[in-house]
C-alpha cells in the first residue's frame, strides 16, 4: 500500500498548482480521501475531502472557493487544484486514504507559496 504526492514547488502569490496523489495496493473508489497539510510550528490540518460514496466534498474555510478536489478513479489517483495561492497556503501537503480501520499516508509535498 502506497500513496506518492507529487505537484509542488514553489510559487508566488496568486499563483496555481496542482497536486496529484497516486494510490497503489488498494482502490481509490473504496475510500474517503483527504489532503491534509502542516505547516511549521502547526497542527496538520484538513484541507479538503472527497467522499468514497457519490459525490461529497468538505473543504476548509481558509481554502473554499480556490481549492478543489477530484478524484480519477480509472488513473487510481486524487488531485488538489490550488489557485490564488497566498503565503499562508505553505505547508506540507499530505495524501490520506482512510476506510473503517485503515489508514493510509504519503510522504508529502511542499508548497511554497513566496514572491
Known amino acids: 500500500v502506497q500513496l506518492v504526492e507529487s505537484g509542488g514547488g514553489l510559487v508566488q502569490p496568486g499563483g496555481s498548482l496542482r497536486l496529484s496523489c497516486v494510490a497503489s495496493g488498494f482502490a481509490v473508489s473504496g475510500y474517503g480521501m483527504n489532503w491534509y497539510r502542516q505547516a511549521p510550528g502547526k497542527e496538520r490540518e484538513l484541507v479538503a475531502a472527497i467522499a468514497n460514496v457519490g459525490d461529497g466534498r468538505y473543504y476548509a474555510d481558509s481554502v473554499r472557493g480556490r481549492f478543489t478536489i477530484s478524484r480519477d478513479n480509472a488513473k487510481n489517483t486524487v488531485y488538489l487544484q490550488m489557485n490564488s495561492l497566498k503565503p499562508e497556503d505553505t505547508a506540507v501537503y499530505y495524501c490520506?486514504?482512510?476506510?473503517?480501520?485503515?489508514?493510509?499516508w504519503g510522504q508529502g509535498t511542499q508548497v511554497t507559496i513566496s514572491s
Open positions: 490520506n486514504a482512510r476506510s473503517g480501520p485503515r489508514n493510509y
